[in-house]
């Protein structure tokens, strides 16, 4: 029998009405046993031959898993980033490639910008020193007067862009692959970024050629006190670099939702001038509904392209 696996840690299939579509055209569901992100073996066990299609989450869909996936013909992401689908792979063996990358924009936007804040103003580290019955009177900084810097102007570092104009700060930007900028958004080379930005946020894809993207040169190239805040990928920063220039003062601050290894037990915990988060992003309730109903609708129309289903 026809078979759909859905991935993701958790998902809604209740409240889906596309995912009760699938089903109503005689395709099995079969769900995430481990309620966690899979392992690689773990995902290549569960597409088995009956599995034609996925909705997947950031597990490593390499290409040893795909190539025991028989019959897949479609994976359709629920989120933005396909950096752990290996889209060679893919492409190889004839499985059409989906994402979501509008759905989880705002919600990531909204996160960068909370941590943008919560980096300046000292909130997170306030807030465990009031528990801890201390009353600091920590001075912080407004973001109206920050330079922010943003590498990457896809769907989320427009949005981070407008937030940031909101609050009056001055944005600039690196991305090579845009031609047109948001208005008040100058496209500058990436030493000029680091070299002038108070803040910088990343908000580009990962791949093999941005692999620690934002390392110790990068870092030495900062404004003394910079903040860096990353909720795009883990492997665009290096971690022992970043510790590095926290420890020594170079940077006042950072935010991460996103680590190389997740979930994170690294060194980073102990430094109290980062904000840590657990890669919660796109985890907004409206965000995650659209995210969801995108991804299966994506699943859906990839099937009836392939001829395994009819119009549902």
């Not at 309620?35 to 073996?41: N, V």
């Not at 909130?123 to 922010?148: F, K, S």
């Not at 981070?160 to 900028?181: G, M, S, Y």
């Not at 991804?295 to 395994?308: F, P, R, S, V």
Request: one cysteine or more; a negative charge.
């Amino acid at each position: 029998m026809n078979t759909f696996v859905i991935s993701t840690s958790s998902f809604d299939t209740e409240n889906n009405a596309v995912i009760h579509r699938l089903v109503n055209a005689g395709l099995q569901l079969v769900m995430n046993p481990y309620g966690r992100r899979l392992t690689e073996d773990e995902a290549a066990a569960l597409l088995n031959n009956d599995v034609v299609g996925m909705i997947a989450g950031v597990e490593p869909l390499t290409a040893r898993v795909l190539q025991s996936a028989k019959n897949l013909k479609v994976i359709s992401r629920c989120g933005t980033g396909m950096d752990s689908v290996d889209l060679a792979a893919a492409k190889n063996h004839g499985i059409t490639v989906l994402n979501t990358p509008e759905a989880p924009a705002q919600a990531v936007a909204e996160l960068t910008l909370g941590l943008m804040l919560a980096a300046l103003r000292r909130i997170c580290l306030t807030d465990r020193q009031v528990r801890a019955n201390e009353w600091p009177r920590t001075q912080g900084g407004l973001l109206a007067a920050q330079t922010v810097g943003l590498i990457g102007l896809g769907h989320i570092g427009r949005r981070v862009a407008r937030l940031c104009q909101a609050f009056e700060a001055t944005v600039i930007a690196h991305d090579p692959h845009v031609t047109q900028t948001p208005a008040g958004v100058a496209n500058v080379p990436m030493a000029q970024l680091l070299e002038t930005a108070d803040i910088i946020s990343l908000h580009t894809p990962y791949t093999p050629e941005l692999h620690h993207l934002i390392d110790g040169q990068a870092l030495a190239r900062m404004k003394p006190g910079a903040i860096v805040i990353n909720a795009a990928r883990g492997g665009l920063v290096d971690e022992s670099a970043l510790k590095d220039a926290l420890d020594s003062g170079k940077l006042s601050a950072a935010a991460l939702d996103a680590f190389e290894q997740e979930p994170y037990q690294g060194a980073l915990i102990k430094n109290d001038n980062l904000i840590l988060s657990s890669h919660v992003g796109s985890l907004a309730k409206e965000a995650r509904q659209r995210m969801e109903l995108e991804a299966a609708e994506n699943l859906l129309n990839g099937l009836i392209k392939t001829g395994i289903i009819h119009d549902a």
